[in-house]
């Protein structure tokens, strides 16, 4: 069983920067592939970024070259930073965890963007 807790959320300005934490207990944290999804209101949940056990990204197209994601095995973390972001990013981040077709949910963190 995996646990996941994500911190960081919070209100910010058009073209600002937020990291989100996401933050692991439970399981080997090294062999998940690790992601970010979000979820606005009304919406389904959508794939942010992934980065696999060895260290490889991937992003959706609507991030890429604004969102960087990365992970720290040994503190079982792994993080999303996010620049020059856009009222449309605002939504609930979830961290999620994948592995063997197994896959666990954090309870998420609201980001929204708004001046």
């Known amino acids: 069983q995996v646990q996941l807790v994500e911190s960081g959320g919070d209100l910010v300005q058009p073209g600002g920067s937020l990291r989100l934490t996401c933050t692991a207990s439970g399981g080997a944290f090294s062999s998940y592939v690790m992601g970010w999804y979000r979820q606005a209101p009304g919406k389904q949940r959508d794939l942010v970024a992934t980065v696999t056990t060895s260290g490889g990204t991937n992003y959706a197209d609507s991030v890429r070259g604004r969102f960087t994601i990365s992970r720290d095995n040994a503190r079982k973390t792994v993080h999303l930073q996010m620049n020059s972001l856009k009222p449309e990013d605002t939504a609930v981040y979830y961290c999620?965890?994948?592995?063997?077709?197994?896959?666990?949910w954090g309870q998420g963190t609201q980001v929204t963007v708004s001046s």
């Open positions: 999620n965890s994948r592995r063997l077709g197994v896959s666990y």
